[in-house]
T-cell receptor, first 116, second 114 residues
């Protein structure tokens, strides 16, 4: 298993500003995932972050809005840029339990973002 | 389009009674199937998964799930519910195409009454 921490746990931000969320894993992992969980809704994958390469974004998400860094095998950041109230959500960091696609994922506790 | 359906937004059961949380999917091939639980203010925790083999899989906290290929369903079950089982449950399906893209259901909130 993997233990994942996220900072901050929650934040209230003003429209037009940016917030960077940090994700730290207690072991080295190849792939890290960033999800958004909007109020009352399911998880939506924003992007997959591999160390040493550009993140891969899902349809509807772009790098200018959600830039991601992956400087090493235990750490990643997601920035929510030029925020609007529609960005209010829980942002979750996740890693795979192993190299194979049959493995489960482990999730951080989430960052609850409110944009005013 | 690939999808995962959890037809019940909420399930209410009395403590000690059996519980079922339903999940059906529309994904081609033989996908990998997962259940996760989310307690308040916490991230998702893995409960169990089906990869292949026996249709009944057992997981954490006494939960089990039954895979039915013909009905493309993967229902979560527990013989005797506890108040502490009250949480949000997500079914997730990952196509067996080699990637990690996972499709999550909308979630079912389980309330167990004492």
């Amino acid at each position: 298993s993997a233990v994942i921490s996220q900072k901050p746990s929650r934040d209230i931000c003003q429209r037009g500003t940016s917030l960077t969320i940090q994700c730290q894993v207690d072991s080295q992992v190849t792939m890290m995932f960033w999800y958004r969980q909007q109020p009352g809704q399911s998880l939506t994958l924003i992007a997959t972050a591999n160390q040493g390469s550009e993140a891969t974004y899902e349809s509807g998400f772009v790098i200018d809005k959600f830039p991601i860094s992956r400087p090493n095998l235990t750490f990643s950041t997601l920035t929510v840029s030029n925020m609007s109230p529609e960005d209010s959500s829980i942002y979750l960091c996740s890693v795979g339990g192993g190299q194979g696609a049959m493995n489960e994922q482990f999730f951080g506790p989430g960052t609850r973002l409110t944009v005013l | 389009a690939q999808s995962v359906a959890q037809p019940e937004d909420q399930v209410n059961v009395a403590e000690g009674n059996p519980l079922t949380v339903k999940c059906t999917y529309s994904v081609s091939g033989n996908p990998y199937l997962f259940w996760y639980v989310q307690y308040p203010n916490r991230g998702l925790q893995f409960l169990l998964k089906y990869i292949t083999g026996d249709n009944l899989v057992k997981g954490s906290y006494g939960f089990e799930a039954e895979f039915n290929k013909s009905q493309t369903s993967f229902h979560l079950k527990k013989p005797s519910a506890l108040v502490s089982d009250s949480a949000l449950y997500f079914c997730a399906v990952r196509p067996n195409t080699g990637g990690f893209k996972t499709i999550f259901g909308a979630g079912t909130r389980l309330f167990v009454k004492a």
